[in-house]
């Protein structure tokens, strides 16, 4: 019987540990930090590992004789945190930091997709303020601002107007190199792979909602919900999205020298000329996870082992025909200023083919209190994407704490 280390403390990794920890294979999973939802699965313990002691992580692997370590987020992917479990022997599911980069540096990601033919949006790359000013005097409205490095979704400004585009370039040349890049039309969508080495092995499409309030207004956020499958994401713009991005960068991965194993995540665009990719990620989406964890049917960890041993994928996944839908409930004050420390009253039992993993919670003498900006996940199945929403609000209605938010319609666009 194997043993897992799951690295990250989000709900994406509450999720991961709770399927993986349903794996006949697997003995234990741990989680470090991981949260108060992973401490109370079932097979799942949380370690208490400092982020940055790189050299007491690979001790306690040997220690723990743990078979494969997961790493959920991106920081310590683009730290390089896969690099050095590999070097002492680990197997990791993860890329190294080479291939983080592809979310590590939005310059970096934009370049590779350009040595590599992906369809993208045309961009041009500042380090000066006046070279900037004078590029945007000369672009369509709306107009879209990026930093370059890890930003966790406060990197971007989708500018309607010019004065919004320039005060985003003054703020975000501050910090770095910036890209200035022509907006797309169309709707968005996730399309998450399995990478090892030049193989893709698809997930199962799944749609986000960036925004922080109903019919998608408000600021942007690391996402307040999610569902899969996502209907703008058929069969047919699946199999574009693997031939004319995924399979490509797999391979343009390989090409360039970088071995890549660990989940590749294509954030897209979808317009009336096709897939467009607005952003590579190195990681699994978080709260994409929650849906796509409620529906996976196949074993996650023999899928894993054999992807970060770079040994060959199963040509295909099993998934729950029902669409899975997450409700993320986030804090007062989420996105800019989460408030802590709030009491949460949660439901005492959960229908069947639902979950409420954890995200940003601790614990205290048995009461559960928010401790970050995305609180909880609700996530259930259902037949369809409308009797998901019944499902998953009825379990909202029967959580609360002061100043909780949420949005309304997770799914409408796949009711619209
Ligand atoms: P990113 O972190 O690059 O995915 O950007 C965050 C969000 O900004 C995306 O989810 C989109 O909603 C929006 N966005 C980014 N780039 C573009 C673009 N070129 N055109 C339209 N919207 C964009
Ligand atoms: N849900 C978007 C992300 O994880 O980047």
């Known amino acids: 019987m194997d043993r897992v280390l799951v690295l990250g403390q989000g709900g994406r990794e509450h999720a991961l540990a709770w399927k993986l920890a349903q794996s006949p294979q697997v003995e234990r999973v741990f989680c470090a930090p991981g949260n108060p939802g992973t401490a109370h699965e079932p097979k799942v313990q949380n370690l208490h590992l400092a982020s940055d002691d790189h050299t007491g992580l690979v001790e306690a692997v040997h220690r723990l004789a743990i078979s494969l370590v997961v790493i959920g987020p991106e920081a310590p992917l683009v730290a390089g945190v896969a690099d050095r479990l590999r070097r002492a022997g680990v197997a990791v599911f993860g890329p190294n930091a080479d291939g983080a980069r592809l979310e590590g540096s939005k310059l970096y990601a934009k370049a590779f997709m350009a040595r590599h033919g992906l369809p993208t949006a045309a961009y041009g790359r ?11 005097r000369q672009q369509d409205l709306p107009i879209v601002v990026k930093a370059d490095g890890l930003a966790s979704g406060k990197g971007v400004v989708v500018a309607s107007s010019r004065s919004e585009a320039e005060q985003a370039v003054d703020k975000f040349l501050r910090q770095g190199p910036i890209l200035i890049e022509s907006f797309l039309e169309g709707e968005e969508a996730s399309y998450i792979a399995i990478v090892a080495d030049g193989q893709v092995l698809g997930l199962a499409g799944s749609q986000d909602h960036k925004r922080l309030l109903d019919r998608d207004q408000g600021p942007n ?17 699946a199999e574009r999205v693997r031939r004319e991005i995924m399979v490509p960068a797999a391979r343009g991965l ?3 020298g970088i ?6 995540y294509a954030g897209l665009m979808i317009g009336r000329d096709g897939p467009r990719i607005l952003e590579f990620n190195c990681r699994l989406g978080d709260p994409e996870t929650q849906p796509l964890m409620l529906r996976l049917r196949s074993d996650l960890y023999p899928l894993l082992l054999a992807a970060a041993r770079g040994e060959p994928l199963p040509p295909q996944i099993q998934w729950d025909p029902r669409t899975a839908l997450c409700v993320v409930l986030a804090a007062a004050g989420y996105p800019d200023a989460p408030r802590t420390g709030d009491a949460i009253h949660l439901p005492a039992a959960l229908p069947a083919d639902s979950k409420i993993f954890q995200a940003g919670t601790c614990e205290r003498d048995g009461t ?7 609180v909880l996940g609700v996530t259930v199945l259902g037949a369809d994407v409308a009797a998901a929403q019944r499902r998953a609000y009825d379990i909202v209605q029967q959580i609360s704490w002061p100043g909780m938010q949420f949005r309304r319609d997770i799914g409408w666009r796949a009711r619209a």
Request: charge should be negative.
């Open 368 to 374: 559960t209190y928010t401790q970050g900006g995305r």
């Open 221 to 237: 956020t690391g996402g307040m919900g999610a569902y899969s499958p996502a209907p703008v994401l058929d069969p047919h713009m």
């Open 259 to 264: 071995s890549y194993r660990g989940f590749l």
């Open 254 to 256: 390989m090409a360039e």
């Open 126 to 136: 500042f380090t000066e303020l006046d070279a900037a000013r004078a590029f945007l």
